[in-house]
C-alpha cells in the first residue's frame, strides 16, 4: 500500500466505528481529519511537506493520541487553513511547553521542527487515530491504543522509517510488542528503551518519556531526557553509516 492508500484506509476504518471507547474514554473520526490527507492531524506539523514520502522516512514519532480538537480551536483552524493550501506553520508564536521541549530534543537529532526545513525526513503520528471527546489525558488502555494496530503496521510497511520514536510507555508497548518494566525509572538514568520492530529487524524502536511537564517530571527533568535522546542520536547516525 501507498501512504496515501494507508490514509484513505484508516479514515474509512475509524468512521466506521463512529464513537468508541472505554467508560472512561470516548473517541471518534474527527471532521478535520477525515477532510485532510495525512495519517493524522498531528502530521501537520511534520510529515505532510514531504511529497515523495513512499520511498522512506528517517524518523517516525509516535505519540498516543492527538486529544481533543475542539479545547485547541486555534491550533485545529490553522490545520484546516493548512489543508487549503496556506503556508503557516503548525506552531504558532505562542509554543505549548511541550512543543517547546519537543523543539528542544529534536534539536538534538540535528532537526529544527520549528519550521518545515528540518534536515531529516519526519514524520509525526499518533498511534491511536481516533479523536477525544472530552478529557484530553485519562482513560487510554493499551486494548484500546492496539485497534488501530493493523493501520499503525500497514504505516510503517508504506513509508519504512530508519527509527521510530515512541513518546511514552503505552505508546512504545503498542508499537514494539514489548512490556517496559520500570519505565520512568530506566529514563531516569537516560537511557532509552530500545527494541526491533516486531518482523522488521532494520527499524530500531526507541521508548522516551512523553515531553509534556509530567512526563518530563516523571523522569528528572529535561537533563534526564535529554540524555536518552543524545543515544537516539547516536544511534540515528549508525543508520547513516
Known amino acids: 500500500m501507498t501512504y496515501q492508500e494507508v490514509v484513505?484506509?484508516?479514515?474509512?476504518?475509524?468512521?466506521?466505528?463512529?464513537?468508541?471507547?472505554?467508560?472512561?474514554?470516548?473517541?471518534y473520526a474527527c471532521d478535520t481529519w477525515l477532510h485532510g490527507n495525512q495519517i493524522n492531524l498531528w502530521t501537520y506539523?511534520?510529515?505532510?511537506?514531504?511529497?515523495?514520502?513512499?520511498?522512506?522516512?528517517?524518523?517516525?514519532?509516535v505519540g498516543q493520541d492527538w486529544g481533543n480538537p475542539e479545547r485547541v480551536l486555534e491550533c485545529k483552524k490553522r490545520i484546516e487553513r493548512i489543508?487549503?493550501?496556506?503556508?503557516?506553520?503548525?506552531?504558532?508564536?505562542?509554543i505549548?511547553?511541550?512543543?517547546?521541549?519537543?523543539?528542544?530534543?529534536?534539536?538534538?537529532?540535528?532537526?529544527?521542527i520549528r519550521t518545515n526545513r528540518v534536515g531529516k525526513r519526519i514524520l509525526?503520528?499518533?498511534?491511536?487515530?481516533?479523536?477525544?471527546?472530552?478529557?484530553?489525558?485519562?482513560?487510554?488502555?493499551?486494548?484500546?491504543?492496539?485497534?488501530d494496530k493493523e493501520?499503525?503496521?500497514?504505516?510503517?510497511?508504506?513509508?519504512?522509517?530508519?527509527?521510530?520514536?515512541?513518546?511514552?510507555?503505552?505508546?512504545?508497548?503498542?508499537?514494539?510488542?514489548?512490556?517496559?518494566?520500570?519505565?520512568?525509572?530506566?529514563l531516569k538514568k537516560g537511557i532509552p528503551f530500545v527494541s526491533r520492530y516486531p518482523g522488521v529487524d532494520s527499524i530500531k524502536v526507541f521508548g522516551v518519556a512523553h515531553c509534556g511537564s509530567l512526563g518530563s517530571r516523571n523522569v528528572g527533568g529535561m537533563s534526564n531526557m535529554k540524555k536518552a535522546w543524545d543515544k537516539i542520536a547516536y544511534e540515528l547516525e549508525e543508520c547513516y553509516c
Not at 484513505?8 to 473517541?27: F, I, P, Q, S, T
Not at 506539523?45 to 517516525?60: A, E, H, N, T
Not at 493501520?151 to 505508546?171: N, R, S
Open 83 to 94: 489543508q487549503k493550501g496556506s503556508s503557516e506553520l503548525y506552531l504558532d508564536e505562542k
Open 151 to 186: 493501520l499503525f503496521d500497514d504505516l510503517v510497511k508504506a513509508v519504512h522509517p530508519k527509527v521510530i520514536i515512541c513518546l511514552g510507555k503505552i505508546t512504545y508497548e503498542a508499537v514494539s510488542g514489548q512490556h517496559a518494566n520500570n519505565f520512568s525509572k530506566q
Open 124 to 147: 509525526f503520528t499518533n498511534y491511536c487515530l481516533g479523536y477525544r471527546k472530552g478529557s484530553d489525558t485519562r482513560g487510554m488502555t493499551l486494548s484500546l491504543m492496539k485497534m
Open 8 to 27: 484513505k484506509k484508516a479514515k474509512k476504518v475509524v468512521k466506521k466505528r463512529g464513537v468508541y471507547g472505554n467508560g472512561d474514554l470516548e473517541l
Open 96 to 112: 505549548s511547553p511541550t512543543d517547546r521541549n519537543l523543539a528542544e530534543l529534536f534539536d538534538i537529532l540535528g532537526c529544527d
Open 45 to 61: 506539523w511534520q510529515g505532510y511537506q514531504i511529497k515523495d514520502i513512499d520511498i522512506g522516512i528517517d524518523i517516525l514519532l
